[in-house]
T-cell receptor, first 113, second 119 residues
Framework: GENVEQHPSTLSVQEGDSAVIKCTYSDSASNYFPWYKQELGKRPQLIIDIRSNVGEKKDQRIAVTLNKTAKHFSLHITETQPEDSAVYFC????????????FGIGTKLQVIP | SAVISQKPSRDICQRGTSLTIQCQVDSQVTMMFWYRQQPGQSLTLIATANQGSEATYESGFVIDKFPISRPNLTFSTLTVSNMSPEDSSIYLCVLTGQGTGGLSYNEQFFGPGTRLTVL
């Protein structure tokens, strides 16, 4: 089965700096990689995703990159703000048959004002 | 996006008892899953709730402990049986697939969760 590793487990940055979270996956069949943000006491929410036919995707201050050969993908947050403080989960799945989603362990991001 | 509701939102239970959690969706979805999130931990898949048939359980989870029902495409229940303090966790109903509610293929939507504390 799929195995997703995520690091770092915690990350502290100064407001305005960039934050990068990295994940690796094991199953070369995985072709869909979502990222979720979970604020304290709330459910995870999808913030961005990328499919295997794309190397990079950007949405305002958030970007995700994918390297299929190396089986790793990363989340980049620029110009961080205190409201970016949350736990971020990467995930991997194969979209061809409603396969289950495997999540990373999560990264607790703290943005220091 | 789909509207997902879970009941109860939280409960405090005694050791040895059972709790049934309900998940209701406002659109027909193919795939529904039950996840557990223990304090400070990631999301662990318990099982896939199959409509009209037995759920598919992940390694480490068994039907006797976590019986699941899925009578139709909009509703599912998860029971946590013979509870112990180790079962204290948030239980989340998650759905994916393309349904009449216009869900994106393969995007996962999380229910609000049920926070369970076992004393």
């Amino acid at each position: 089965g799929e195995n997703v590793e995520q690091h770092p487990s915690t990350l502290s940055v100064q407001e305005g700096d960039s934050a990068v979270i990295k994940c690796t996956y094991s199953d070369s069949a995985s072709n869909y990689f979502p990222w979720y943000k979970q604020e304290l006491g709330k459910r995870p929410q999808l913030i961005i995703d990328i499919r295997s036919n794309v190397g990079e995707k950007k949405d305002q201050r958030i970007a995700v990159t994918l390297n299929k050969t190396a089986k790793h993908f990363s989340l980049h947050i620029t110009e961080t703000q205190p409201e970016d403080s949350a736990v971020y989960f990467c995930a991997a799945t194969y979209s061809g048959g409603y396969q289950k989603v495997t999540f990373g362990i999560g990264t607790k991001l703290q943005v220091i004002p | 996006s789909a509207v997902i509701s879970q009941k109860p939102s939280r409960d405090i239970c005694q050791r040895g008892t059972s709790l049934t959690i309900q998940c209701q969706v406002d659109s027909q979805v193919t795939m529904m899953f039950w996840y557990r999130q223990q304090p400070g931990q990631s999301l662990t898949l318990i099982a896939t709730a199959n409509q009209g048939s037995e759920a598919t359980y992940e390694s480490g989870f068994v039907i006797d402990k976590f019986p699941i029902s899925r009578p139709n495409l909009t509703f599912s229940t998860l029971t946590v049986s013979n509870m112990s303090p180790e079962d204290s966790s948030i239980y989340l109903c998650v759905l994916t697939g393309q349904g009449t509610g216009g869900l994106s293929y393969n995007e996962q939507f999380f229910g609000p969760g049920t926070r369970l504390t076992v004393l």
